[in-house]
């Protein structure tokens, strides 16, 4: 799988142009010291929410990755309340920085790298869980919102 197959790779992206652009094209004060802990709080909730999908994913030996063999369905852990908690976590950690940098700049790149995740992620593998999964996957679809 090419690197930039993976979301990792659109993760690292985000955190490198939310840096760029606080640094060279910093506009618009949003959160300033000490307020910018916010983002430190939005950042650990994300980090807490990936991992915790990790861990569900470990344990029911299933793949990681987007588009390896699927062998189980998750739905414990955070697939209780968002089928995407990864991506969610993702997104999080992403207007978290955002946010502790303080300016307005960075928060644009969080919305175009959820987008990119959506089209090239989300979409997919919810087609791919569909033929995998069958009806316990619609099921799951019915029950459980795609984000929050």
């Known amino acids: 799988m090419r690197r930039y197959l993976i979301p990792p790779f659109w993760f690292l992206l985000g955190i ?18 000490p307020l910018h802990w ?11 929410i990936t991992n915790w999908a ?3 994913f470990k344990r029911k030996k299933t ?6 063999p699927t062998t189980a369905l998750v739905v414990e852990g955070p697939y209780r309340f968002t089928r995407n ?21 960075p928060l644009l790149v969080p919305p175009v ?4 995740i959506h089209h090239m992620f989300v979409l997919p593998e919810e087609a791919h869980m ?8 619609l099921a799951y679809k019915a029950r459980v919102r795609r984000w929050l």
């Open 38 to 48: 916010i983002g430190a709080v939005v950042i650990v909730a994300g980090l807490v």
């Open 130 to 137: 569909e033929r995998a999964m069958g009806s316990e996957y």
């Open 63 to 68: 793949g990681l990755l987007p588009f390896t």
């Open 85 to 105: 908690p990864d991506y969610l976590g993702i997104a999080l950690v992403l207007t978290g920085l955002a946010l502790w940098l303080g300016v307005a700049s």
């Open 16 to 33: 490198a142009c939310e840096l760029a652009l606080a640094r060279r094209a910093p506009i618009a004060p949003v959160l300033a010291p």
């Open 113 to 116: 790298i959820v987008a990119v």
């Open 54 to 56: 990790v861990v569900w």
